[in-house]
T-cell receptor, first 111, second 115 residues
Framework: DGGITQSPKYLFRKEGQNVTLSCEQNLNHDAMYWYRQDPGQGLRLIYYSQIVNDFQKGDIAEGYSVSREKKESFPLTVTSAQKNPTAFYLC??????????FGPGTRLTVL | AQKITQTQPGMFVQEKEAVTLDCTYD???????LFWYKQPSSGEMIFLIYQGSYDQQNATEGRYSLNFQKARKSANLVISASQLGDSAMYFC????????????FGQGTILTVHP
């Protein structure tokens, strides 16, 4: 089955720790994206990558970092510089147009 | 820059009736695409329907149709014959032709379908 997987489903972090969220896709899509969703809100773009070894900041990139070493993978690191990281994180991919398909998401909670 | 406005925080509809979810947008791109996604309580985002800015006809996908009024900059989602499973959060989003892959989402509308 083709799709997008995100792990873990739930993640708990202590203040001051960096954590990495995994996103893998086997759809052979070129572009991948990370979004953040706060309760009752829409999605906001953190980072996106159109091709391997290249990525761009989205609207709320501060406190986050990404890498794109493989076409299938686009991990997101939430660093200690992110002041309020508790949120729902969604990864998406697209084949070059705008239509994006989403993974199931990771809920991050800072303890 | 792009902006999506969804003015209905919550909507209620009786099962088997139709419902319209409002979406207005703003963009400086001459070419753009409009999307509707459904987000059930589980959290995943499910693509419903797409409308391109140059499409001559309103998009339809099964029970979903898009009432696209370009001059008014509105792209309302119409769900016909509502089902209990339609209860979810619905998001309108836009991607401009010069903003490759950058979807801008609205705040969403929570739809509740009553039996």
């Amino acid at each position: 089955d083709g799709g997008i997987t995100q792990s873990p489903k739930y993640l708990f972090r202590k203040e001051g720790q960096n954590v990495t969220l995994s996103c893998e896709q086997n759809l052979n899509h070129d572009a991948m994206y990370w979004y953040r969703q706060d309760p009752g809100q829409g999605l906001r773009l953190i980072y996106y990558s159109q091709i391997v070894n290249d990525f761009q900041k989205g609207d709320i990139a501060e406190g986050y970092s990404v890498s794109r070493e493989k076409k299938e993978s686009f991990p997101l690191t939430v660093t200690s510089a992110q002041k309020n990281p508790t949120a729902f994180y969604l990864c998406a991919s697209s084949i070059g147009g705008h239509l994006q398909f989403f993974g199931p998401g990771t809920r991050l909670t800072v303890l | 820059a792009q902006k999506i406005t969804q003015t209905q925080p919550g909507m209620f509809v009786q099962e088997k009736e139709a419902v319209t979810l409002d979406c207005t947008y703003d963009t400086s791109d001459p070419s753009y695409g409009l999307f509707w996604y459904k987000q059930p309580s589980s959290g995943e985002m499910i693509f419903l329907i797409y409308q391109g800015s140059y499409d001559q006809q309103n998009a339809t996908e099964g029970r979903y149709s898009l009432n696209f009024q370009k001059a008014r900059k509105s792209a309302n989602l119409v769900i016909s014959a509502s089902q209990l499973g339609d209860s979810a959060m619905y998001f309108c989003a836009i991607a401009g032709g010069t903003s490759y892959g950058k979807l801008t989402f609205g705040q969403g509308t929570i739809l509740t379908v009553h039996p």
